[in-house]
Each structure stands twice: as structure tokens, then as C-alpha cells.
């Protein structure tokens, strides 16, 4: 039997020195040959409409790629529980953050600064913040059917 200890006993990581001497290298450190880097611009509040999505002046709009949910060809979703996630949000946003359109650069730098000039218009509606507000159904945001089940 060996009397060396294991458990809570300290592990060196084999990666440790070269993120310690910043010599690791990550995704964000790669680059290839004609690379775009991408932003996302989120929804900034809870629910809403989307009226209108303008571009400020002052970026070259023309040298980005814009992606938004009219350019998603397939579904236009991510499956958590059910097919109920937009990869983008199509008109409607449903939460905080959700994103709205990407951008695209070969600048990494340029993204900051064109994600603060899109401007979005919404006409804001109620949200549910509570399990209460859920319960009572006074907003439906998403209205789930379930198909029939056979009897017998």
C-alpha cells in the first residue's frame, strides 16, 4: 500500500507554463489567410417589435458582411426544448440579448465601433419577468401546440 496522498493533493497542468508565459496560443490568436472577425448586435431590452434597423454614418457599411434573419435560408432556428430559439431574431425579440444581425470585418478592430452604429427601432411590448406572470397568461410569447395524442 502506497502512503502517498492523492486526493487534494496539487496537479501540475501540462498547458500551465505556456498560459502563465503567455507563449499559449488561442483561437483569438489565429489568423488565415482573407479572415473575417464577427460581431453580434443584441437586443437591449427584454421584448419587442422590430420596426427598422438603420446604419450610422461615418463606417464603410459597403466592406462589411451583414447577416440578418431574411438572409437565413433553412430553418431559422436552434433546438433547446423544441424548435422555439431564432438563430436571429426575425422581427420579434423575445429576451435581452437576443441576437439581431452579425457583422463581419477583416478589421477585428472596426467591429466595436460599427456594432455602436446600428441603430435598431422597436415598439416595445410587455415582458414576464416572473413565474407568476408566466402562470397567468396575461402575454404569450410563444404559443406551444402539442399534437393530438391517439386514444385507446
Known amino acids: 500500500m502506497t502512503s502517498e496522498r492523492i ?3 496539487s496537479v501540475p497542468r501540462k498547458e500551465g507554463r505556456d498560459k502563465v508565459t503567455g507563449q499559449a496560443r488561442y ?3 489565429m ?26 454614418p461615418g463606417i464603410a457599411w459597403n466592406e ?3 447577416v440578418t434573419a431574411k438572409d437565413i435560408t433553412e430553418k431559422n432556428v436552434i433546438a433547446l426544448i423544441a424548435d422555439d430559439q431564432p438563430c436571429l431574431a426575425d422581427g420579434l425579440v423575445n429576451h435581452p440579448e437576443e441576437p439581431i444581425l452579425l457583422l463581419a470585418h477583416p478589421n477585428r478592430h472596426l467591429l466595436p465601433q460599427a ?16 413565474m407568476e406572470e408566466s402562470e397567468n397568461h396575461s402575454q404569450i410569447i410563444w404559443a406551444r401546440t402539442t399534437p393530438s395524442r391517439p386514444t385507446g
Do not use: C, K, N, W
Not at 456594432?115 to 416572473?130: C, G, H, K, R, W
Open 31 to 56: 489568423t488565415l489567410p482573407d479572415m473575417l472577425y464577427g460581431a453580434t448586435v443584441r437586443a437591449q431590452f427584454p421584448r419587442g417589435r422590430i420596426r427598422t434597423i438603420t446604419f450610422g
Open 64 to 66: 462589411f458582411v451583414i
Open 115 to 130: 456594432v455602436q452604429a446600428v441603430s435598431i427601432d422597436y415598439e416595445q411590448l410587455p415582458a414576464v419577468f416572473t
Open 7 to 9: 486526493v487534494g493533493a
Open 27 to 29: 483561437v483569438d490568436d
